[in-house]
């Protein structure tokens, strides 16, 4: 097992809550223990395996939860039957016990599952922690989904209620567009999320807001709001590898 610090600024949707996409293009770029072995010896095929990513936390406004996400990077010898799941977890801080929650979304089922990762080659699904609400009741969270080696990429809005233990998924809805990009609770309709879509080449994204059922209206003069405060360090390694 290996740990190291990566730059992680970069994002496909050019996210003001980027996914850490240097991470992954790095971990892509790892040369093949393969090419390591000695000349006498015949070159044995490349197994999958694993880089892991943690998020940074993200405090609660009463500074009584912190939230971050675990990312796994399944690595194949061919990129596009690689795979990236995600999990998020929300800590007691003052007892430290862990509120695991699983999103449901199309690239998001069964995190970490083996069976999982055979079924669904090439797709992308990194989860991000993004805001909490003003009163910490809920929490928002990024999902951002793709498939390796195509222009298939997009959004979703991951929404956890504290006092419920309920977890929902949303997204733009009854409107056409190919990109949608997360960015934060709306200002104008209190308990929506705030997102900017449109067509890939096209200038100028409108802004929609979107409620829990995945109501949609275009707002002109909309701003995001996003409460909590990113922890200045973390707990263990921010990424590592396992063979």
């Known amino acids: 097992m290996t740990s190291t610090s990566v730059s992680v600024s970069c994002d496909p ?5 980027p996914v850490p996409w240097n991470w992954v293009m790095a971990a892509l770029a790892e040369k093949p223990a393969s090419e390591n072995q000695p000349p006498e010896k015949p070159a044995q095929p490349e197994a999958s395996s694993f880089r892991y990513y943690r998020s940074q936390s993200l405090l609660s406004p009463d500074g009584m939860f912190a939230a971050y996400s675990r990312i796994q990077l399944q ?8 795979r990236i799941v995600s999990i998020l977890f929300v800590e007691r801080l003052a007892t430290g016990e862990l509120q695991t929650i ?10 970490f599952v083996a069976d999982a990762l055979l079924h669904q080659p090439g797709t992308i699904a990194m989860l991000i922690p993004v ?3 003003e009163d910490g009741e809920r929490l928002l969270a990024r999902e951002f989904e793709s498939k390796f080696c195509s222009s298939l990429a997009s959004d979703f809005a ?4 504290r006092r419920l233990n309920r977890t929902y998924t949303v997204a733009p809805t009854q409107i056409q567009y190919s990109n949608a990009v997360l960015l934060g609770w709306s200002q104008a309709y209190p308990n929506h999320v705030l997102f900017q879509a449109g067509q890939m080449g096209e200038a100028n994204w409108p802004l929609y ?9 275009q707002v002109s003069s909309d701003q995001p709001l996003s409460f909590g405060q990113y922890a200045n ?9 396992c063979a």
């Open 158 to 161: 991951v929404v956890w209620e």
């Open 131 to 133: 805001a909490w609400s």
């Open 209 to 217: 807001a979107v409620d829990a059922n995945g109501q949609t209206q």
């Open 75 to 82: 690595r194949s010898a061919e990129i596009p039957h690689s």
């Open 233 to 241: 360090g973390f707990w263990g390694p921010q990424s590592y590898s």
């Open 102 to 111: 699983t999103p449901a979304a199309p690239f998001t089922d069964n995190p």
């Open 13 to 17: 949707l050019n996210s003001p809550y």
